[in-house]
């Protein structure tokens, strides 16, 4: 009897204990994977070949990275519905005796849209309906856009737009 019930506590142990192998862990590659605040904080590209507008991009946002200044950020709910917060517009760029200083944005403008995500396409519907289709992966806590797909002055011209959750 005592063997019976030390069996049926053994096997009753180990079956609650088992965690489940398949691929359905959304917390990771599915459509949850999205869900966050994400920061723009690096621009990609090949500097061979990259035109001069991306290469500029891509020494503005290092720049404002750096100094630990956002200017693209996108907040993702599990509601499917997403807000972007960006201040490419209002960007300023000075010269100075020393070089060119870019301070950081205090305006922005905020879109809101839903998306959906497939753990590989991320699409948008704005209030205007326009959709947009980007391919995005996400891997942890970094996420990587085409930026070709983007519609965002400065950064839409080629390469991948590294974001970060935070």
């Known amino acids: ?7 049926l506590f053994l096997a009753s142990g ?5 965690s489940k192998d398949d691929n359905n862990d959304e917390t990771e590659t599915g459509q ?11 621009l990609q590209i090949d500097n061979a070949t990259a035109s001069d507008d991306a290469k500029f ?5 290092d720049f404002l990275t750096e100094r630990e200044c956002v200017i693209l950020t996108f907040d993702f709910k599990a509601d499917l519905t997403v807000t972007a917060e960006n201040s490419a517009d209002y960007l300023s760029i000075n010269a100075t005796p020393t070089g060119l200083d870019v301070p950081c944005p205090t305006e922005s403008d905020t879109d809101a849209s839903t998306y959906t995500y497939d753990g590989s396409v991320l699409t948008t519907i704005d209030e205007n309906g326009q959709t947009i289709m ?3 992966t996400i891997n942890g806590d970094t996420m990587t856009v085409d930026a070709s797909d983007l519609d965002i002055d ?13």
Do not use: H, P, Y
């Open 57 to 61: 991009g891509k020494q503005i946002l």
């Open 32 to 42: 949850n994977a999205i869900v966050g605040q994400w920061q723009a904080t690096e």
């Open 1 to 7: 009897m005592k063997r019976n019930i030390l069996f």
């Open 14 to 18: 180990l079956m609650f204990s088992c």
């Open 134 to 136: 980007v391919d995005v």
């Open 154 to 166: 400065n950064f839409n011209d080629e390469g991948q737009l590294i974001f970060k959750k935070i």
